[in-house]
């Protein structure tokens, strides 16, 4: 490990960065605290492509997450409850989700079916799907023909998603941690 801290302070005079910083004072630290930032970048573009694509192909202003809980919606053609898409998408804000889904409805995107709190299920409408074929559309056009122009890219996806699946697990239990020993 002091030969990785060596070999990054010798990069980063070589570089002329300085990449330390209060999250970020090994060299693990530094991989960490980068691919965090990476993360949050992807995030925001992501939310900018899928806002971006879907106000292409409807009349509508949508968050990313909105988008996504369309999508999720569409998915596999079979109705989704609050339940559902809480899962699929690791969320557990669920006002907020049941607000974009106002707003889906609203727009004339998704339907709401039943009654009580087991027994609603959303599902896209005939609009809805229109604009979910479109989306898809344009996203081949846009981004996974320029994905498919990028030589050896697709494995690189898949090693990325093996790892940010495993993230996504290692996030989740230590957030477990932080809460259980949370100070009062």
Same mark, same amino acid.
């Given at each position: 490990?002091?030969?990785?801290?060596? %070999?990054?302070?010798?990069?980063?005079?070589?570089?002329?960065?300085?990449? =330390?910083? +209060?999250?970020? %004072?090994?060299?693990?630290?530094?991989?960490?605290?980068?691919?965090?930032? /990476?993360?949050?970048?992807?995030?925001?573009?992501?939310? #900018?492509? %899928?806002?971006? *694509?879907?106000?292409?192909? *409807?009349?509508?202003?949508?968050?990313?997450?909105?988008?996504?809980?369309? +999508?999720?919606? $569409?998915?596999?053609?079979?109705?989704?409850?609050?339940?559902?898409? /809480?899962?699929?998408?690791?969320?557990?804000?669920?006002?907020?989700? %049941?607000?974009?889904?106002?707003?889906?409805?609203?727009?004339?995107?998704?339907? #709401? +079916?039943?009654?009580?709190?087991?027994?609603? @299920?959303?599902?896209?409408?005939?609009?809805? $799907?229109?604009? @979910?074929?479109?989306?898809?559309?344009? $996203? #081949?056009?846009?981004?996974? /023909?320029?994905?498919? &122009?990028?030589?050896?890219?697709?494995? #690189?996806?898949?090693?990325?998603?093996? @790892?940010?699946?495993?993230? &996504?697990?290692?996030?989740?239990?230590?957030?477990?941690? /932080?809460?259980? +020993? =949370? $100070?009062?």
């Amino acid at each position: 490990m002091a030969k990785k801290i060596v %070999q990054v302070q010798k990069e980063n005079a070589e570089s002329g960065f300085d990449y =330390r910083w +209060h999250l970020a %004072q090994s060299a693990v630290e530094v991989d960490t605290t980068e691919l965090e930032f /990476a993360l949050m970048r992807t995030f925001e573009g992501f939310g #900018r492509w %899928q806002s971006e *694509c879907l106000a292409s192909v *409807c009349d509508l202003a949508a968050t990313g997450p909105e988008n996504a809980l369309l +999508h999720i919606i $569409r998915m596999n053609d079979r109705p989704k409850t609050i339940k559902d898409l /809480a899962r699929l998408t690791n969320r557990d804000d669920v006002p907020n989700i %049941q607000y974009s889904l106002r707003k889906l409805i609203g727009a004339g995107l998704v339907v #709401r +079916h039943g009654a009580g709190r087991s027994g609603v @299920t959303y599902e896209v409408t005939e609009e809805g $799907r229109r604009v @979910t074929d479109d989306y898809g559309v344009l $996203r #081949r056009r846009l981004l996974l /023909a320029e994905i498919a &122009s990028l030589p050896g890219f697709s494995d #690189r996806l898949a090693e990325a998603t093996r @790892t940010l699946n495993v993230l &996504s697990g290692l996030y989740e239990e230590i957030s477990r941690v /932080a809460a259980t +020993h =949370r $100070r009062a």
